[in-house]
């Protein structure tokens, strides 16, 4: 089973996303995203370029030596815009491979170890009053946990609160849009939000929140020690995690778990936090961690440290990435929760899928493979559009993480 055809395909159903799209000499195809939001196009030339090339006429059931072959080949190892790379072409050959078995990916991973995938959704109003009614409108969907982002009193708009309620796209122009930020005014506002979502929905439901590695150390201690009371499922990012025994720091305040990950692209990213017990979720996803034969690694080495599994899973994130996301879920012993910030109809028109939501749980399908295709036709309807990610400034000026 020779690989006898290989494309990339960028198209822009309201946002841009890439794809690569596999073709073996007895005619079987395979998918595997290759988003990066705000450096699409990056991706899209390492793969027409430097991959695509080297792939054709290679055995495409050889989807471990075809890891290792682009990893070490590149010497340039590991970084966001290789490891989405090879993501796109590892995940394909994981779709083949199950096509070829006549059986859905999850079978070939093991199996499934639960009935279903709980996902979180993303409820995000500039007040409380108006957070309020999006978590309920989550719960009456059937979530059992919800993220939940407000704007903060005193800047004009802030991470995580859209013009949208299902779905979130923050790369919104073709140059970066500059957003200001003061933590003071952040830290001094969270707390109330969560103890108010308590007060009206009580102790059970799932609770998240993304501080989108805004705070320092000693700001995530206070901020975690201050939302204890309210028992989050988790908080996420809470500092930029280039210095990673910076989270020793955090963790000898807090009780507060944390989840980080979602910009991690190799088992490296992840070794000290996960060895060292100083998360509890880690979110790496198969479209920017080397696909699914390297993000299992990387849940496996989280198994022997209490860490579970809790992927990214934003809009920006296509349905093709959902897709293997969920039969990598569906079969880790230690899978703790999905992110679904769910995509739009032109979005699911282009990339028809198995999945589907119920009850709460997302659930891949039984087709053989990932259960998942781009409409080449209707993608080429959707041309791409420059669009990059916000800037943020402290209100000083001074440049911050966004
Ligand atoms: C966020 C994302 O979903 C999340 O947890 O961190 O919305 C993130 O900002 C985007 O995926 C960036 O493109
Ligand atoms: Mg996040």
Known sequence: MKIADARVVVTCPGRNFVTLKITTDDGLTGVGDATLNGRELAVASYLTEH?????????????????????????????????????????????????????????????????????????????????????????????????????????????????????????????????????????????????????????????????HHRLTPIEAARLGASLEPYALTWMEDPVPAELQEGFRLIRQHTTTPLAVGEVFNSIWDCRQLIQEQLIDYIRTTVVHAGGISHLRRIFDLAALHHVRSGSHGATDLSPVCMAAALHLDISIPNFGLQEYMRHTPETDAVFPHDYRFEDGMLHPGERPGLGVDIDEDLAAQYPYQPAQLPVNRLQDGTVHSW
Do not use: C
């Not at 995000?124 to 704007?151: I, K």
């Not at 991470?159 to 970066?176: I, N, R």
């Open 51 to 211: 991959v695509v090339p080297a792939l054709i006429g290679r055995d495409a059931a050889r989807i471990e030596d075809t890891w290792q072959y682009l990893y070490k080949g590149a010497y340039w190892r590991r970084g966001p815009v290789t490891m989405t790379a090879i993501a796109a072409v590892d995940t394909a050959l994981w779709d083949i491979k199950g096509k070829a078995a006549g059986l859905p990916v999850y079978q070939l991973l093991g199996g499934r170890s639960r009935d279903g995938v709980t996902v979180y959704g993303h409820a995000n109003a500039e007040t409380v009053d108006e957070v309020l009614t999006e978590v309920g409108r989550y719960t009456e969907l059937g979530y059992r946990a919800v993220r939940v982002q407000t704007g903060v009193p005193g800047l004009d708009a802030t991470y995580g609160v859209g013009k949208d309620k299902l779905f979130y796209e923050p790369a919104d122009a073709a140059l970066p849009t500059e957003t200001a930020w003061s933590t003071p005014h952040y830290l001094s506002h969270v707390p109330e939000v969560f103890r108010r979502v308590r007060e009206e929905f009580g102790p059970h439901l799932q609770l998240l929140h993304d501080v």
